[in-house]
């Protein structure tokens, strides 16, 4: 079993940042690559970022390159999202995920946290 617990999220104006984090916990996460998704109102979830075991590999959507970064710390069992440049469209509840690697496949998922970019 996986636990993942999201933070950092909150209200930003266009062009700001934010970095959201994921704490996990459970014996088996260290089996499971990561990944981050968002879902807006309406919408169907999106995969966003995801990265590998070793975090050397990451695949990022097309409407996040260049302004998200994903990262992890697993000797602390951390996530990161570091986001740039946010535009109202980043609006979404976001939520980390522990996933089939090479795909955005989701075993276990956090409880979200809300990213809303408005001014």
């Known amino acids: 079993q996986v636990q993942l617990v999201e933070s950092g999220g909150g209200s930003v104006q266009p062009g700001g940042s934010l970095r959201l984090s994921c704490a996990a916990s459970g014996y088996t996460y260290n089996y499971y690559c990561r990944a981050w998704f968002r879902q807006a109102p309406g919408k169907e979830r999106e995969g966003v970022a995801r990265?590998?075991?070793?975090?050397?590999?990451?695949v990022y959507a097309d409407s996040v390159k260049g302004r998200f970064t994903i990262s992890q710390d697993n000797a602390k069992n951390q996530l990161y999202l570091q986001m740039n440049s946010l535009r109202p469209e980043d609006t979404a509840m976001y939520y980390c995920?522990?996933?089939?690697?090479?795909?955005?496949?989701?075993?276990?998922w956090g409880q979200g946290t809300q990213v809303t970019v408005s001014s």
């Open positions: 990265i590998d075991l070793s975090g050397t590999s990451t």
């Open positions: 995920a522990a996933i089939n690697c090479g795909t955005w496949s989701g075993w276990y």
